[in-house]
């Protein structure tokens, strides 16, 4: 099958996307991508590409058709709005010119923003292909969540644009159950609307590492809480602080986060003026092929969402990556996130936004023994191996590809 994915972010740029990508691939399909240069998180092309530079790329085997858009810059609003209007606009006006050939689905990958859908609408004209739509991230409602958009009239009219694009799909894919009503009420008939969850790369899995590893230089000594992911403001960093803090007089717990993005400025001045410098260690961000070597390194690992109805609904996309390298996890958010922890019996969930009640979930996994964190840790291994293993999840997509482009047939 001739499968065109649209995304806004792909390769180099760290993304689910990419190892969906090369799954397909891996299958026999024939997949191409396109998508924009790649700017996040820095804001700026990453090395090597601009606006004349690597327009098209293979991928191991993956064709990639770039177009041209703002970098995101520093991620304010009038920036992020650019960006993400620039590459619909662009993708719009350029795909049915560069992706040649004909496609037998169009499969739209969703993390935000959600005008990704625009140039694949435009693609289902003028290449008579359906649309599989894979939501990641729920708009209007994150907008709102993370306070990026307050206007009730703005986020209408995103509202309404949701509904048109959704309308446009044959299918909408979700990452938890939780988005269903959400997507329903944009005007999406419940039998189009399919649970499909993230999975992690197969390089997730636990390790064992050499003793003289680099990554283990990079540690300090004592019991270690690993945060890796978005520094953003839906994590939440002032909760994760404020119980650093409330731990301060336990020398031996330290706080280990890995990652970049835009509040990263902000948690570095917040840990000087908390006088946390011996607890909390920002070591930036490092390639997705040693996260299951550095969580081999963790005692324990630490999921965050802001306290927001829309967060509530989502899985965090860490969840199955932590899972899946048996580690106990610490989850300081509510809902869904939640409730995947609690039901693997992986680690502790607790209310999102309460530094308290994580302070103490942390403390009672730096009481638990060795063995005690080992056995959890197993217990999220074979919750992600049931329910969100990457083959298993490969043949779910498959199925409704086939479906969805035998109903194409159909109609010709």
């Known amino acids: ?40 998180p820095e804001g700026r092309f990453s090395p090597g590409y601009g606006l004349f530079n690597n327009r098209r790329q293979n991928y191991n085997g993956v064709e990639v058709v770039r177009v041209p858009l703002l970098p995101r810059g520093k991620g304010g609003k009038i920036r992020l709005s650019l960006n993400y209007l620039s590459f619909a606009l662009c993708a719009s006006i350029m795909a049915p010119l560069i992706c040649h050939g004909k496609f037998d689905l169009i499969f739209v990958y969703e993390p935000s923003p959600v005008t990704v859908g625009l140039p694949a609408r435009v693609l ?41 694009i959704y309308r446009g799909c044959d299918r909408v894919l979700v990452q938890s159950r939780a988005f269903f009503p959400s997507i329903e009420r944009h005007g999406v008939s419940r039998s189009r609307i399919e649970y499909f969850p993230n999975s992690a790369e197969e390089l997730y899995r636990p390790v064992v590492l050499e003793r003289e590893a680099a990554e283990r230089a990079l540690m300090p000594t004592g019991f270690r809480v690993m945060f890796a992911g978005n520094i953003g403001a839906a994590q939440d960093f002032g909760t994760i602080l404020s119980a650093a803090e409330r731990l301060k007089d ?57 306290k927001e109805p829309a967060f509530e609904l989502t899985i965090p996309a860490r969840v199955q990556s932590y899972l899946a390298c048996g580690k106990p996890i610490v989850a300081a958010l ?79």
């Open 124 to 164: 289902k004209k003028v290449k008579s292909a359906p649309i599989l739509f894979w939501v990641q991230d729920l708009w209007p409602e994150s907008l709102s969540a993370t306070g990026a958009i307050r206007s009730e009239g703005i986020l209408n009219m995103v509202g309404w644009l949701v509904r048109f």
């Open 1 to 40: 099958m001739r499968v065109l994915i649209v995304t806004q972010h792909f390769w180099p740029e760290v993304f689910r996307i990419n190892d969906l990508a090369l799954g397909l691939l891996e299958r026999g399909h024939l997949v191409t991508v396109l998508t924009g240069i790649p700017n996040y």
């Open 250 to 306: 336990h020398k031996d717990i330290q706080w280990i986060i890995l990652g970049d993005g835009r509040m990263r400025s902000w948690v570095e001045k917040e840990v000087h003026a908390r006088g946390l410098e011996n607890s909390v260690h920002l070591l930036g961000r490092y390639p997705i092929e040693t996260m299951p070597r550095f969580f081999s390194l963790a005692d324990v690992l630490l999921v965050t969402l802001r």
């Open 334 to 412: 509510d809902g869904e996130g939640a409730r995947v922890i609690e039901e693997a019996r992986a680690g502790i969930a607790c209310p999102a936004g309460n530094a308290e009640v994580l302070a103490g979930a942390i403390l009672s996994m730096y009481e638990k023994s060795e063995s005690e964190r080992g056995a959890i840790g197993l217990n999220g291994r074979k919750y992600f191996e049931r329910h969100f293993e990457r083959s298993m999840l490969l043949d779910r997509l498959e199925g409704w590809m086939n479906e969805l482009s035998g109903e194409k047939f159909k109609k010709h």
